[in-house]
T-cell receptor, first 110, second 115 residues
């Protein structure tokens, strides 16, 4: 079966750094996505990791350890607009099927 | 900036009716997807489509569902006989060809309400 775990909610302060963890147990693995989803809107792509290690893109970084079934999304210099749900999704197959976690709702406070 | 568009933004239908949800992917993209998200729940993969055929589908995508690319621009999802539990937000997504092109661009979604 497919199982993706991430914390339900997190709170952080504007300007701070926050790390959102994701662990997965899936029958197949062809990469891991992080998406941002504001309430009532569509997901937007943040990152894709298929190899172990850290990928940095501006204020956002994503890390993957395939042996541990673990990823994290790191958000630096938090802004109020970063308040959103962050979705971890595993690409199960090469043909495109992805399994999503329930999402982590991040609240950034002043 | 090119974007994925979806119509209608909101569709209300009676149980048992057929609905067609429409999507216009980004013009040079070749991979297309449909997802759904029931209110308050996780995003769920429905189907992927490439080269005019289904690449993969989930357990949700049963015989009541079908997809079509009727022309060079539209990508549609049809639900033949809607059920109450089909009420959800339906997102279309597309991505460009290429091994390193994994970014999927999502449309704004169609909210389907089945009464």
């Amino acid at each position: 079966g497919q199982n993706i775990d991430q914390p339900t909610e997190m709170t952080a302060t504007e300007g701070a750094i926050v790390q959102i963890n994701c662990t997965y147990q899936t029958s197949g693995f062809n990469g891991l996505f992080w998406y941002q989803q504001h309430a009532g809107e569509a997901p937007t792509f943040l990152s894709y990791n298929v190899l172990d290690g850290l990928e940095e893109k501006g204020r956002f970084s994503s890390f993957l350890s395939r042996s541990k079934g673990y990823s994290y999304l790191l958000l630096k210099e938090l802004q109020m607009k970063d308040s959103a749900s962050y979705l971890c999704a595993v690409k199960d197959t090469n043909a495109g099927k992805s399994t999503f976690g329930d999402g982590t709702t991040l609240t950034v406070k002043p | 900036e090119p974007e994925v568009t979806q119509t209608p933004s909101h569709q209300v239908t009676q149980m048992g009716q057929e609905v067609i949800l429409r999507c216009v992917p980004i013009s040079n993209h070749l991979y297309f997807y449909w997802y759904r998200q029931i209110l308050g729940q996780k995003v769920e993969f429905l189907v992927s489509f490439y080269n005019n055929e289904i690449s993969e589908k989930s357990e949700i995508f049963d015989d009541q569902f079908s997809v079509e690319r009727p022309d060079g621009s539209n990508f549609t999802l049809k639900i033949r006989s809607t059920k109450l539990e089909d009420s959800a937000m339906y997102f279309c997504a597309s991505r460009a060809q290429g091994l390193n092109n994994n970014e999927q661009f999502f449309g704004p979604g169609t909210r389907l309400t089945v009464l």
